[in-house]
């Protein structure tokens, strides 16, 4: 017969192992404590399969389980010598649930059980007092009527409030035992009105119907949307604790407290917590009443006056400490405890591992393994990646107060505060005046680089998690608010509106990039620290990743940034970010309006210097080691002209027309400009801009070569491409460029020419494809918008829908789609390594720096990973992590 009561406590244990599965979290560990002799009040748990069970049968319990409930009762009356339900001496007990992970305050807990007319008397008199009793009595009425009988607890709290207001009380602790006495006597009459019969005297009763209860809020709404929100499955079933009651209300020695072994927010070795002396574990979190510093050091820097737990009650504060250190040591974690003293004696509630900050994390982390706690890779292991980009940006200080006026997306994480202005001059401007700005659009472009290289922060109205805003800006690790749609920006006026407020040019407002909260004035920030144990936790997880890390950098400084993050190279060089430079956009513009080949290449003639002089000084940066150039891949319009003084000056630099230049304009205008004339297709219908970066990259690396004999590793990449075909064309114009370079030098280089995977039918023909290619590259956000038929740039409107919905777990430009995109990247790599045995593969969409999707891609067996710069860290983290994983 299937066991499903699992006795603790008072030396006996029937052996659940610390099984949190079986025992839940809260059981096991309570076991666990009284394994390791830690006083914890007796008790038993009733396992999560009775609670599987219980569903399955119709929601009732089994015969056998009577017996084995009373031998659990019978346990917890031999310990403590009290009797169940026997007036002269009551036993009491609490009743809670306890799943596999932990659910705060998602499910029922019912306290002072076995209290009825009989056992409240006898109650009174063996702790000497009324008042404790009859207020423990009322306490479990009204806990008993919400959770077990389902009644309104409006009407409890009604009549509580009437009581006081009829003594002229404001706090319940001035009511007497009389006053308790006659409140009693209206929640039970409260009981028999709401409920039609009286309220259950009999123990045996109340306790089963609590049982019943705890199992039944397993599935309750806010338990169901819980476990949705944080991936618990609704198999796993909750498990009941009844144990013997302890209190910290009888008086002057006893107190009650919630305790971590290690600070929780910074993560020093001291202990941590609060406690209440004379108080229930409720009275502690309602926050009635300012609860006291545990220890000495912490009350004295806080400056508070009421003495600290190791002050005001040194023996049992000593016993605690211990008890602290030996949790640490058991559960090799740090631990978040609940414990009472009741009457000088100290008993423990609850342990289980503590919640913590990024940064507390992370030294606790590399503390835990310093001390030889746990492994370096456990280390490594415990610290969640996501987490810290809280660390590598400034963070607002959570102490400041904010005014918060709108919520967006969280597009670019840290925090940043400034004047609001709405053109990229405009940015340009005042930030050269030295002034702090946030660059306000309602949607950026590329050319808006200079502007929102100059902001420290911005903020957009519309675009999604891979717009244009957000991609830039994380690559330029700039805080970022995207999508906010309540925004109401009006870009002539210079102002925005939303919720009723105005902000106008130059008025100072903050944005959060973490949270996606847009707030007005400034709100003080907190810097980030990146050596320490940051440093050594990187170490760590260096020695154990198999995934290379890259960047998705471009410029100098993202190159150095990336570099000093421990990226390996670069992944994705975005060139035309380098064509928006005020210096030669007249040039790419003269070349896009350009009639005829002739003119173009008198065009690219101007650029190619240019991006010779870029591309040479990436390469020295990354010395040594491989840097992925990617060739044009934007439509040509987002280069337009569009003022009239833009028009003459590239009519001037072109020697043609201004009416002429606009007819061309004209007819480059796409309807569908993402799926339009952009990526390889710009090489295939105008070689000559491919044959011209092609050059600029190979001129640069035989240059850096000769010059500091560190021969750089160019691997040049095509975008968009679709079938094999295209790729075979863009090879050629690049090795024949290279070919003419290096006899032109005297001098060869190893390079190689690859694609980027992003569009289905490339996915799809892979083995094709890696005839010609030398390296694939996954361009997931493109993959993505064609793979989900979504548009990138769009998506924000209804995405955060779809995910409320279930529609798809996360945003699939934030975290890979595995099941449909993943799908497709399997079936790539598969089919071009047939080809290609031993492919390079890497990924490159902005997915390479979430850590479930690098777990995939480690999983696929891919070569590296590339991340924007800012990420880099967290993909060395998650990248250690999904190889630990793997084993
Ligand atoms: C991609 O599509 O994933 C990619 C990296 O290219 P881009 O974001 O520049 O289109
Ligand atoms: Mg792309």
Redesign the pocket.
């Known amino acids: 017969m299937t066991q499903y009561v699992y006795r603790f406590g008072g030396g006996v244990s029937d052996g659940g192992k610390g099984d949190k599965n079986l025992l839940g979290g809260k059981g096991a560990n309570l076991d666990g404590m009284a394994s390791i002799g830690l006083p914890v009040p007796p008790g038993f748990t009733i396992t999560t399969e009775m609670c599987t069970r219980y569903y399955e049968d119709g929601q009732v319990f089994p015969d056998s389980l009577k017996a084995e409930v009373a031998n659990g009762i019978a346990h917890i009356e031999g310990v403590t010598g009290k009797k169940f339900g026997v007036a002269a001496d009551p036993l009491l007990v609490s009743v809670r649930s306890g799943a596999r992970a932990s659910m705060p305050g998602m499910m029922d807990t019912v306290l002072n059980l076995g209290l009825n007319d009989e056992t409240v008397v006898g109650l009174a008199a063996i702790s000497g007092d009324d008042r404790f009793a009859w207020d423990s009595y009322r306490r479990f009425i009204q806990m008993y009527s919400d959770v077990v009988l389902e009644l309104d607890h409006g009407a409890f709290e009604e009549a509580l409030e009437i009581a006081k207001e009829d003594k002229g009380f404001t706090l319940d602790t001035e009511l007497s035992a009389a006053d308790w006495q006659a409140l009693v006597k209206q929640y039970k009459a409260i009981v028999q009105d709401q409920w039609g019969k009286p309220f259950p005297q009999d123990v045996h009763e109340q306790l089963w119907g609590a049982v019943g209860a705890v199992f039944g809020s397993w599935q309750s709404e806010r338990a169901k949307v819980y476990r949705r929100l944080n991936d618990i499955p609704a198999d796993w079933g909750t498990a009941v604790n009844v144990q013997a009651m302890v209190f910290g209300n009888m008086g002057d020695t006893s107190a009650t407290g919630v305790a971590f072994t290690r600070d929780p927010s910074k993560g020093d070795r001291a202990y941590y917590g609060e406690f209440l002396i004379n108080a229930q574990g409720e009275d502690v979190v309602a926050g009635i009443r300012t609860p006291q510093y545990l220890t000495k050091v912490a009350r004295e820097a806080a400056g508070a006056k009421p003495l600290s737990m190791e002050e005001a009650m040194p023996e049992v504060y000593g016993q605690l400490a211990k008890v602290f250190d030996l949790l640490e040591t058991h559960y090799r974690d740090m631990q978040d405890i609940e414990f009472t003293v009741e009457r000088g004696h100290l008993w423990m509630l609850q342990t289980r591992s503590g919640k913590r900050t990024a940064k507390a994390a992370l030294k606790i982390a590399v503390d835990m393994a310093s001390e030889g706690l746990i492994t370096e890779e456990e280390a490594v292991a415990r610290v969640d990646p996501s987490a810290l980009d809280q660390l590598l940006h400034p963070t607002l200080d959570p102490n400041a107060p904010r005014d918060v006026i709108a919520k967006g997306l969280p597009a670019s994480p840290g925090a940043a505060s400034g004047i609001a202005v709405f053109d990229s001059d405009t940015a340009e401007h005042r930030a050269e005046l030295g002034e702090a700005v946030i660059l306000v659009r309602t949607e950026t472009s590329p050319e808006d680089i200079h502007g929102m290289h100059a902001a420290k922060g911005i903020l957009t109205a519309r675009g999604g998690m ?1 717009s244009h805003a957000a ?1 830039v800006a994380r690559g330029m690790g700039r805080p970022c608010v995207s999508g906010v749609g309540s925004l109401a920006i009006d870009a002539k006026a210079k102002s925005f509106r939303v919720a009723g407020r105005e902000v106008r040019e130059g008025d100072i407002i903050t944005i959060d990039g973490s949270t996606g909260e847009v707030m007005v004035g400034e709100v003080a920030t907190v810097e980030p620290e990146l050596a320490g144990d940051f440093g050594v936790l990187m170490e760590w997880a260096d020695k154990v990743r198999r995934l290379k890390v890259r960047a ?1 950098a471009e410029t100098p400084l993202d190159c150095k940034v990336a570099r000093s993050f421990g990226a390996e190279g670069v992944g ?1 060089c ?1 060139t035309e970010h380098m064509f928006f430079d005020a210096a030669r956009i007249t040039a790419v513009r003269q070349m896009i309006l350009a009639e005829d080949e002739k003119g173009r290449r008198a065009a690219l003639d101007k650029l190619l210097p240019e991006q010779r002089g870029d591309f040479a000084q990436i390469f020295e940066i990354m010395a040594g080691l491989p840097v992925t150039i ?1 060739l044009l ?1 934007p439509p040509l319009h987002e280069f337009l002209p569009h003022a009239e003084e833009e028009f003459s000056e590239v009519a001037e630099a072109a020697g043609v027309g201004i009416e002429a230049l606009k007819r061309r304009a004209a007819e480059l205008h796409e309807f569908n400009p993402m799926l339009g004339h952009r990526g390889c297709r710009l090489g295939v219908t105008y070689p000559e801009i491919y044959e011209m970066q092609a050059r600029a990259i190979f001129e640069a690396a035989v240059e850096v070569a000769e010059k500091s004999g560190a021969a750089p590793i160019p691997e040049v990449m095509v ?1 968009l491409v679709a079938t094999r075909r295209e790729l075979e064309l863009m090879k050629d114009v690049i090795d024949r460029t290279a070919k003419a370079v290096f006899a032109e030098k005297g001098r060869t280089l190893d390079y190689l020419v690859g694609t ?1 995977i ?1 569009l289905p039918r490339a996915a799809l023909k892979a083995a094709e494809i890696a005839e010609v290619g030398e390296f694939f590259s ?6 993505t ?1 064609t793979t989900l038929g979504v548009s990138r740039d769009d998506a924000g409107r209804f995405l955060t829908t779809y995910v409320d919905k279930g529609i798809y777990a996360r945003d699939p430009f934030v975290s890979l789609d595995i099941e449909g995109v993943g799908e497709l990247i399997e079936l790539a790599a598969e089919r071009g390594r047939k080809t290609r045995p031993g492919i390079k593969l890497g990924i ?3 997915h390479g720096g979430d850590p479930a999707s690098i777990a995939f891609c480690e999983q696929t067996g891919l070569d590296y990973v590339s991340a924007s710069p800012y990420r880099v860290p967290i993909a060395r983290l998650a990248a250690a992590q999904a190889a630990l994983k793997k084993g």
């Open positions: 891979t991609v998705n994705l975005r990617r891949d975008p980027m992003e996954f361009g997931t956000n493109d993959l918008q490159c969409g902005e």
